[in-house]
T-cell receptor, first 111, second 114 residues
Framework: DADVTQTPRNRITKTGKRIMLECSQT?????MYWYRQDPGLGLQLIYYSFDVKDINKGEISDGYSVSRQAQAKFSLSLESAIPNQTALYFC??????????FGPGTRLTVL | AQSVTQPDIHITVSEGASLELRCNYS??????LFWYVQSPGQGLQLLLKYFSGDTLVQGIKGFEAEFKRSQSSFNLRKPSVHWSDAAEYFC????????????FGSGTRLSIRP
């Protein structure tokens, strides 16, 4: 089984809808991250969490929120989706040295 | 500000040719260094990493990278590329002192010419 799993893998939704992307990990890491990837822009950090009680904004947190339900679970929400949030979203975990372990990604399309 | 620069957005090489992808970082001290690869439609996979010690590190799929402190560089190399190496490559850096969040370069897309 994969160390980092993301659900759903693909999602098409409409403008204004609330969307939740879920991430689970079996690495036992405290640190978890959400990234967004757009073509030609690399990875942009949305939110990160260094433990269950720690949530931090990344570079592009506007329009997003997160919840760290447990050490193994970190979910990303779009409260009211808009078309420019169409992107590939990755969850990752890391050890204390920062080496990242990525999930397979969720392709989100907002119409 | 901390930054990671991959100056080449897109590189095309012939199959069997050698490859070097460039990565430079701006930090005062030696950070932890990583190279990741992303095949089309896939997630990111770690190719190799440098924490300390020997400045030439070996990774998976025949890749290697060399850390050069004087040049603040961590270039990725492969002596002979295969068509399956076509992908996006990301250099990444974590600052040693606090193991803070990782900083990614913007990526280099590698195409292979038959």
């Amino acid at each position: 089984d994969a160390d980092v799993t993301q659900t759903p893998r693909n999602r098409i939704t409409k403008t204004g809808k609330r969307i939740m992307l879920e991430c689970s990990q079996t690495k036992g890491h405290d640190r978890m991250y959400w990234y967004r990837q757009d073509p030609g822009l690399g990875l942009q950090l949305i939110y990160y969490s260094f433990d269950v009680k720690d949530i931090n904004k990344g570079e592009i947190s506007d329009g997003y929120s997160v919840s760290r339900q447990a050490q193994a679970k970190f979910s990303l929400s779009l409260e009211s989706a808009i078309p420019n949030q169409t992107a590939l979203y990755f969850c990752a975990t890391s050890d204390l040295r920062g080496e990242q372990f990525f999930g397979p990604g969720t392709r989100l399309t907002v119409l | 500000a901390q930054s990671v620069t991959q100056p080449d957005i897109h590189i095309t090489v012939s199959e069997g040719a050698s490859l070097e992808l460039r990565c430079n970082y701006s930090y005062g001290a030696t950070p932890y260094l990583f190279w990741y690869v992303q095949s089309p439609g896939q997630g990111l996979q770690l190719l190799l990493k440098y924490f300390s010690g020997d400045t030439l590190v070996q990774g998976i799929k025949g890749f290697e990278a060399e850390f050069k402190r004087s040049q603040s560089s961590f270039n990725l190399r492969k002596p002979s590329v295969h068509w399956s190496d076509a992908a996006e490559y990301f250099c990444a850096v974590v600052r040693y002192s606090s193991a803070s969040k990782i900083i990614f370069g913007s990526g280099t897309r590698l195409s292979i010419r038959p």
